[in-house]
């Protein structure tokens, strides 16, 4: 038997398919959330119990990480609680939720704690008791510790208590060593809520715990008020994954490491998958792909599979080795090819999303010195790179700008945008198309134009695209959790990618109305606004009464006999002709007619025989 051959012409990978490679590598999340429970946590604040709103944060992480990333884990510890429960058999602190792939009987458990904020208070209490905060630290080390070491271990503080160590300096010292010791393999998170007292002041302890462990942008501390907790967890949550991890050379002999990011990517539903039930577990369908020979019917073992390139008449050979070798220009890398103006990129260049790059020290020692010396400098000197870039093997080097991008915080000290750079794909030559040229004119008014400008600047929004959900997409995850969790149809979510219609009638009206006067639009219908967006094909006059509407034409149409339409001309008016193929033909053939097949045809006979028997 002989072998069988593939013709491929050895293609890169598809670089719209590398997307979200990474997402479905076994990479994963590990998040253990430590929520302060002290009398204070349990307190109504902004109308909202913080326990209850922490516990809200941490039901929206877990849906969100079931639908996203279902191999990802979440643990919840409680601590300063009138109860404990832990393996360390620490006072004060409760694991609620060991470290475990979320499921909807946890799901479940947080919905009832979160309805019924009594029943929290009887399973776990609160206690005005001062205990040493690095106890908490020490549970918490001992249940990240039995996360997979593949995975990116996280944890996620909340409190308003911005000294827990009521200046205790025995209690200050151990709690920072211990933090020391949990961050060795974890990063910390804090959020800092505001009470009514006062404003959460890190100064006073965290501001040492919270920074150990910074290795990627994002992490840190957050403060602010109760009412924006679940939107900096989410945003939290939700940090980034590097898309790869690349050396850079800056020079000859200059070469730092750099971790890649993919900040915008489309969201989709993702494909359903088929199961099957072995015994008592569930397990994932595995396809199996098997080929053979088209001669003999035999299957054909890996080896006997070859892939070749048909030159002549003859099948040259390749081996695994070759095609590897032909595929790749040179290892994933970032090089620097020369240094620009900033002025010399233009908005048109960027034509894809570009990537974001932060300096890894775990790849080459003294990488971040190096990577904020470059980007400080070109700040200063307002260049940007021009650089050749390769993310993966297999794949073609591109031509990107490598932008500087300074960092960014709020009034709060929360940081917004991080310092780094972005690498912008620059296109080819034929994926720049020219703009047409504008030739004609219109001469506006200032008083038009000012009233335009007004109008823009009122409704000028502060854009956040991660708060602005696909609908369709947010309504099947919906669904999807309402079958999981055993509940009925709920209301659809609000579509935020509607117009806010009562902002604008509440406080534009009277702008839209100013500015509709001075260009002349004042006079305006809606029928009109209809009429200037219909088809052009949808325009044309119709044969009859041009005050009758179309839906009231074809109504009267509907009723009428052949003679009836063919007296009032509908039967040459394709908007409202009721008459079927078949009714023609049937009324030609009661006149002895034999009809043709094609309907122009049967009205052009009814024409002449009623022109003749009418008199018309």
């Not at 956040?464 to 369709?472: G, I, L, Q, T």
């Not at 045809?601 to 025989?609: A, F, G, K, N, R």
Request: aromatic letters at 8%; glycine letters at 4%; hydrophobic letters at 35%.
């Amino acid at each position: 038997m002989s072998s069988s051959y593939f013709s491929d012409s050895f293609p890169y990978e598809n670089e719209d398919e590398e997307e979200n490679s990474y997402e479905e590598s076994a990479y994963s999340d590990a998040i253990m959330f430590a929520i302060d429970c002290s009398e204070s946590m349990l307190t109504v604040t902004d109308g909202e119990i913080p326990v209850i709103v922490a516990l809200k944060s941490v039901r929206s992480t877990i849906l969100s990480k079931i639908a996203s990333s279902p191999r990802d884990q979440i643990g919840v510890v409680l601590y300063a609680t009138r109860e404990s429960n832990n393996s360390a058999q620490k006072d004060h602190i409760c694991v609620m939720c060991p470290l475990d792939v979320p499921d909807v009987p946890r799901i479940k458990e947080l919905d009832a704690l979160i309805q019924d904020v009594s029943m929290f208070k009887e399973m776990y209490g609160s206690t005005h008791f001062l205990f040493p905060i690095g106890d908490v630290f020490s549970v918490l080390s001992d249940a990240m510790s039995k996360a997979p070491k593949t995975s990116k271990k996280r944890v996620f503080l909340i409190t308003n208590n911005d000294d827990p160590t009521g200046d205790n300096p025995v209690f200050k010292k151990t709690s920072i060593q211990r933090a020391k010791d949990l961050c060795a393999d974890n990063t910390i998170t804090l959020f800092g809520l505001d009470t009514a007292e006062k404003v959460f002041d890190t100064n006073k302890f965290y501001k040492d715990i919270a920074s150990f462990g910074e290795e990627d942008f994002g992490t840190g501390t957050n403060t602010g008020q109760l009412t924006s907790l679940m939107d900096m967890v989410e945003t939290s949550s939700k940090q980034p994954r590097s898309a790869f991890g690349i050396p850079f050379e800056i020079a000859p002999g200059l070469t730092i490491g750099v971790k890649g990011y993919n900040l915008v990517i489309e969201e989709r539903i993702p494909l359903p998958k088929k199961f099957t039930t072995n015994a008592e577990k569930i397990e994932e369908v595995v396809v199996e792909t098997s080929y053979r020979c088209v001669d003999t019917g035999k299957a054909l073992a890996t080896t006997d599979i070859k892939i070749g390139y048909e030159f002549g008449e003859e099948i040259i050979e390749f081996s695994k080795e070759d095609i590897t070798k032909l595929k790749t220009v040179r290892d994933p890398s970032l090089l620097v090819l020369v240094f620009k103006k900033k002025t010399e990129l233009k908005d048109y260049h960027q034509i894809s999303h570009p990537y974001f790059i932060y300096p890894d020290d775990s790849s080459y020692i003294g990488s971040t010195k190096t990577f904020m010396a470059l980007l400080n400098t070109l700040l200063k000197k307002d260049q940007i790179g021009i650089c050749s870039l390769v993310r993966r093997r297999n794949t073609i080097p591109r031509i990107v700008a490598l932008v500087p991008q300074i960092e960014k915080t709020d009034p709060q000290g929360n940081q917004t945008q991080p310092p780094g750079f972005q690498l912008v794909m620059l296109p080819y030559a034929d994926e720049i198309r020219p703009v047409p040229p504008v030739v004609t004119p219109v001469k506006v008014e200032d008083p038009a134009r000012e009233a335009a400008k007004d109008l823009i600047r009122k409704y000028e929004i502060e854009y956040d695209p991660s708060k602005y959900r696909n609908p369709a997409i947010l309504n099947h995850k919906i669904a999807v959790q309402n079958i999981a969790l055993g509940r009925g149809p709920e209301n659809k979510p609000v579509d935020t990618l509607l117009p806010d219609y009562q902002y604008i009638e509440h406080n534009l009206t009277a702008v839209i109305d100013n500015f509709k006067n001075l260009v002349g639009l004042d006079g305006i219908t809606i029928a009109d606004l209809n009429d200037y967006a219909a088809p052009s094909g949808s325009k044309r006059k119709s044969a009859v009464g041009d005050d009758d509407s179309l839906l009231e034409r074809k109504a009267k149409a509907s009723h009428m006999t052949i003679p009836e339409m063919w007296k009032a001309g509908l039967l040459t008016n394709r908007d409202t002709l009721q008459a079927t193929n078949q009714l023609l033909k049937d009324f030609l053939t009661t006149k002895s007619i034999q009809p043709k097949k094609l309907k122009k045809d049967l009205i052009t006979q009814i024409d002449e025989h009623l022109s003749k028997t009418e008199g018309k």
